[in-house]
C-alpha cells in the first residue's frame, strides 16, 4: 500500500469519477485505475462500484474517513518540514555552561532574535557533559560547552570553536595568595579548593592538570553555581580556579581577589597556556542543515 494509491482513493470518492481524479492527481486514467486495482488487491476487497458514475462500496465508505485523515497527516508533515527547511522552525532550544549565559550568550541571542522574530528560543543553563548529552538525545538543537574531544567525535557532532580562555584564581581579599599577581602552582595546590560537581568540564580540567603534576588537588566542597563558588570563597579559607567568563561579578566585589596562574615553574614570568579552557559549540548534521541553528555557528 503505497501513499499515492491513497491519494488517488480519495480523489476519485471526492469528484466521482476516474478521469477527473486522473486530472486531479495530475496522472493518466490508466495509471488510476492501477493504483486502485493494487489498492484493492493488498486489501481483498472492492472499494468503489464499477459504473457511469464511481460510487463507493461498502468497503470503501469505511475506509474512506481514515484515509483522509492520513493524506492531511501527511499535507500536514510535509507543509512543517517545508517551513523547517525555510528557517520557520518554532523554538530553537540551546543548553549553554552557566558562565556564558552572563557574558558570552546575552549579544548573540540578542541578534538571533532581531533576525528570527518567528523563533521561539529557549536556553538552559547545564554542566558541559548534562549540555552534551540533552544534544545527543535530542532534546536541544544546540550546545555552548568546555570541549570534551570524549563526547564530541561522533560522526553526526558539528563542532565550530567559539574561543579559549584562560584559567584564574579565585580568592578571598585577605587569602595569602592574594598577595601574588601570579599565583605559582608550588603555592596554589597547598590549599584546599571549592570546585565544580562531577559531570561539570571544569572539574576534570583541573583534576587533570593536578594528575599530571603528580599533585593532590585538595577539593573540599563541590558547588554547581556561580554565586554559590563566590559566597563560599568570600570566607577566607577555600580558594577556586575559574574561568575569565565567570569571573566577571567577582571582579566588582572588593571582598575577593582574582590573580592570574603563573607557569608551572615557580613566580616569576606568567604562562598564559598554564591553564586555559576551550569553549565550543555543538550541533548535529542533520539541525546544520536548517538556516536558524546554522545561523549561530
Not at 38 to 64: N, P
Not at 210 to 216: D, L, N, S, T, W
Not at 271 to 277: A, F, G, H, K, P
Request: glycine share 6%; hydrophobic share 40%; proline share 5%.
Amino acid at each position: 500500500m503505497r501513499l499515492e494509491q491513497l491519494q488517488a482513493f480519495l480523489a476519485i470518492a471526492q469528484t466521482g469519477s476516474f478521469q477527473q481524479a486522473a486530472r486531479t492527481c495530475g496522472v493518466t486514467q490508466s495509471t488510476i485505475s492501477r493504483q486502485i486495482q493494487a489498492l484493492e488487491a493488498d486489501l481483498g476487497i472492492e472499494l468503489f462500484h464499477r459504473t457511469s458514475h464511481a460510487k463507493l462500496t461498502l468497503a470503501g465508505e469505511r475506509l474512506i474517513p481514515r484515509v483522509r485523515k492520513i493524506c492531511q497527516e501527511w499535507q500536514t508533515a510535509t507543509e512543517e518540514l517545508a517551513d523547517l527547511i525555510a528557517g520557520k522552525q518554532p523554538e530553537l532550544c540551546i543548553a549553554a555552561i552557566h558562565s556564558l549565559c552572563g557574558s558570552y550568550l546575552p549579544p548573540v541571542l540578542q541578534k538571533f532574535c532581531r533576525d528570527y522574530p518567528d523563533v521561539q528560543l529557549r536556553v538552559t543553563s547545564l554542566g558541559s557533559d548534562r549540555a552534551l548529552k540533552v544534544l545527543k538525545d535530542g532534546l536541544v538543537d544546540l550546545a555552548i560547552v568546555m570541549n570534551n574531544r570524549f563526547l564530541t567525535t561522533g560522526r553526526e557532532m558539528v563542532v565550530e570553536t567559539l574561543y579559549d580562555e584562560p584559567i584564574e584564581v579565585l580568592t578571598a581579599a585577605n587569602h595569602p595568595l592574594a598577595q601574588y599577581e601570579f599565583v605559582p602552582w608550588s603555592e596554589l595546590i597547598r590549599y584546599p579548593q571549592v570546585v565544580f560537581k562531577d559531570g561539570y568540564g571544569m572539574q576534570r580540567l583541573v583534576q587533570d592538570r593536578f594528575e599530571r603534576m603528580e599533585a593532590k588537588l585538595q577539593a573540599a566542597l563541590e558547588v554547581n553555581t556561580l554565586d554559590a563558588f563566590r559566597g563560599v570563597v568570600r570566607q577566607g579559607e577555600l580558594i577556586a580556579l575559574l574561568p575569565q567568563s565567570a569571573l566577571v561579578e567577582a571582579r566588582q566585589d572588593p571582598t575577593l581577589a582574582i590573580r592570574s596562574l603563573a607557569g608551572n615553574s615557580t613566580g616569576g614570568v606568567p604562562d598564559s597556556s598554564s591553564l586555559t579552557r576551550r569553549v565550543v559549540m555543538v550541533t548535529t548534521q542533520d539541525r546544520l542543515q536548517i538556516p536558524a541553528p546554522s545561523q549561530l555557528l
